[in-house]
């Protein structure tokens, strides 16, 4: 059975209890067709599960947020994006957790479940993700760099990044999961659910405007890259993040190799500001101390304060 | 003057001479790309190198703002430092598992130091590899002349770990450079070159990877060092010179006095002031012909101490860096 431990490990004790805030949902796409917005109504906003068996783990996070039927409807095509960056331990999300949400989505119905991804097939060979992709009867779609394969969108309200690009086959899928690993960032510190939505985009985007010319490094540079990512989270809205938070690099992010910590969670929720927050705090951050969280909770994309959100700490 | 010191001053002139002059401060040219000059393939083990690794697949080969491609978010750093290009090669024993091998071509020997000193937490060991080599858990960095080589396990275990010193030394063996460390080095007492971190930084987003003490680039380095022991941590930046050193010295005493994040600044003297940040600890910083230095207090320190350890870094900044190089080289490879 899972135990309700509270948020002692997120939140001071001194946090007003019951405060908590079960937020509007304002997931809807902005632009013709793409994933769906997700449910209005979950029992919490942000599920930690804790344990050694990631895969039940994840599927335990899930259920506290109401069940895999509440986010993927039957007959349903799914978009899966894990991180696949790089090979090295503690960068990239647990072949066990993409498994076992291939298999909720599998037992909810859905037509069809893919990963789409502009990195090549050694990366996913290298992570060992391929390989529970067959298995699992999944299908990955490796997307050529080529802009002809991204449909630009309009940014609305852009601080930065007034147009960006999009996967073309992004937009044939009802569903769409985030399934970043939160880890360092050698430039903003930390990465999450935010930042893994680059991997949607058109690589000369994330390249050529993302970042600043001749690759500056000034914290100007690194605002900007920060402030294109919450603008491109302005127009892609994931039904359901799911964040590998069990073994991670907590230095030499986010390529690694660097030092591994064990903090052993998953997390997950619908609202991103809420969920990278309290990865914040797995690796000893605030979410106020990243640039990227501060911006989104500007930008209303969700919660940045854990005391104002429903937060449940389960142990397996 | 005695014929004793006539001999001895001219015996430290000979020293001087014999060594390489002190570095002259990095142009802004020398942080960016530059093309690649070696071929990395040649330093790639073959099966007949190794007893229980081959090479698995061809490896991948990028350069200049190809990294982009290979390191998808967190290249900045390496261009910060000076990258050239980069060889990915996996190897795979009888039994499948896989080590990963990286070696960078940096812009120069002291970039390859910098990014060895950055990628090196100090919590593992040394490792008679390269240069300077460093074990730690799962993974093992060494630099040697402009490269920094990169070799990353599956596990922390015996079986792993000894196949990644099995091919940093295959590696190691066909990389036939040497180059110097930073000339900045020589300004720490020669106790901190064993801190338990010392990185050479080559701008903000290394420095703030470490402490960042503004949220913007307030101290516009080209060059520094970040070292930590249990008393201090220190931080040295050089500029092309004493004017520039001083004018930056005015603008960032400026900004420690206008940051909500610090607070009681007092001027000592025209070269020195302190201040205390948000968690209470108290920060010296002291301007040095080209050099500005911050001692930042871990612990309870009396100032005479603080005093001591500008004093030991003011000599060190004076001019007899050639001296101290020479004396060096005899104890670090």
């Known amino acids: 059975m899972p135990k309700k431990i509270g948020r002692r490990e997120f939140i001071s004790k001194s946090a007003t209890a019951g405060a908590a805030v079960v937020f509007g949902r304002r997931f809807l796409s902005g632009f013709g067709g793409g994933p769906t917005a997700a449910p209005a109504k979950d029992l919490i906003d942000v599920a930690v599960v804790s344990g050694a068996d990631y895969a039940a783990m994840t599927a335990k996070a899930v259920e506290a947020l109401g069940g895999i039927g509440k986010y993927v409807p039957k007959n349903s095509k799914v978009l899966l994006m894990p991180n696949v960056q790089s090979k090295n331990p503690g960068t990239f999300t647990k072949p066990e957790i993409l498994r076992s949400v291939i298999k909720m989505c599998k037992s909810a119905g859905a037509k069809e479940i893919a990963c789409l991804s502009y990195l090549g097939q050694p990366n996913w060979d290298g992570t060992g993700l391929a390989q529970v992709i067959q298995e699992e009867g999944a299908i990955l779609k490796l997307i050529p760099r080529d802009d002809v394969n991204y449909k630009a969108v309009p940014v609305p309200d852009a601080a930065a990044l007034k147009e960006a690009k999009i996967m073309n086959e ?89 030092e591994l910590i064990k903090p052993l969670k998953v997390i997950a929720g619908v609202d ?36 104002k959100v429903k937060l449940q700490e389960i142990k397996i | 003057m005695t014929l004793m010191k006539i001999a001895r001053l001219v015996f430290f002139l000979l020293i001087a001479l014999a060594v390489s002059s002190p570095a002259a401060p990095l142009r802004e040219s020398a942080a960016i790309s530059t093309p690649a000059a070696l071929d990395l393939n040649a330093f790639l083990p073959a099966a007949a190198d190794l007893r229980e690794w081959a090479p698995k697949d061809p490896p ?103 196949g990644i010193l099995e091919i940093a030394r295959a590696v190691d063996a066909r990389i036939r450079l040497q180059g110097s460390r930073p000339s900045l080095l020589y300004v720490l007492p ?28 307030v101290f516009r380095f080209k060059e520094g060092l970040a070292a930590e022991q249990d008393k201090f941590k220190i931080f040295i930046f050089r500029y092309a010179g004493p004017a520039e050193a001083r004018q930056r010295f005015q603008e960032i005493k400026k900004a ?78």
């Open chain 1, 170 to 258: 992004f937009f044939n899928y009802d569903v769409f999961i985030n399934m970043p690993i939160t880890k360092d960032h050698a430039g903003s510190k930390f990465t999450g659910t935010l930042k893994n939505l680059m991997g949607l985009n058109s690589p000369s985007v994330n390249r050529g405007v993302f970042h600043k010319p001749n690759w500056q490094t000034d914290p100007v540079a690194i605002e900007h890259l920060e402030t294109c990512i919450v603008d491109l989270n302005l127009v892609i809205k994931p039904t359901l993040n799911i964040v590998d938070a069990t073994e991670i690099i907590r230095t030499n992010g986010p390529m690694g190799p660097g």
């Open chain 1, 272 to 307: 991103r500001v809420a969920v990278d927050s309290a990865c914040a705090a797995v690796l000893g951050l605030k979410g106020e101390d990243i640039i990227m969280i501060r911006k989104a909770y500007a930008k209303k994309l969700g919660e940045i304060d854990l005391k």
């Open chain 2, 60 to 162: 991948q080969e990028f350069k200049g703002d190809d990294l982009f491609l290979y390191i998808d978010g967190g290249a900045e750093l390496y261009r910060e430092y000076g990258f050239r290009q980069v060889i990915a090669q996996d190897y795979r024993n009888g039994k499948g598992k896989i080590i990963s091998l990286e070696i960078f071509e940096m812009a120069s020997a002291e970039a390859a130091y910098g990014m060895f000193s950055f990628k090196s937490s100090g919590r593992g060991k040394p490792a008679a590899v390269g240069q300077d080599g460093r074990l730690e858990d799962y993974f093992l960095n060494f630099w040697k002349g402009p490269c920094l080589v990169t070799l990353t396990g599956y596990d922390a275990g015996p079986e792993c770990v000894r």
């Open chain 2, 190 to 217: 020669k106790e901190w070159m064993k801190a338990s971190r010392l990185v050479y930084l080559r701008g903000v987003l290394g420095l703030n990877n470490i402490h960042p003490f503004f949220p913007n680039d």
């Open chain 2, 256 to 333: 420690f006095s206008q940051s909500p994040a610090y607070k009681d600044l007092k001027n000592l003297n025209e070269s020195n002031f302190e201040t205390v940040d948000a968690k209470g600890d108290k920060l010296y910083i002291q301007n040095y012909n080209s050099h500005i230095s911050i001692i930042l207090t871990l612990t309870q320190t009396d100032r005479q101490s603080v005093s001591d350890m500008f004093d030991q870094l003011n000599f060190m900044a004076g001019g007899s860096e050639p001296i101290r190089r020479a004396a060096d080289a005899r104890t670090m490879r």
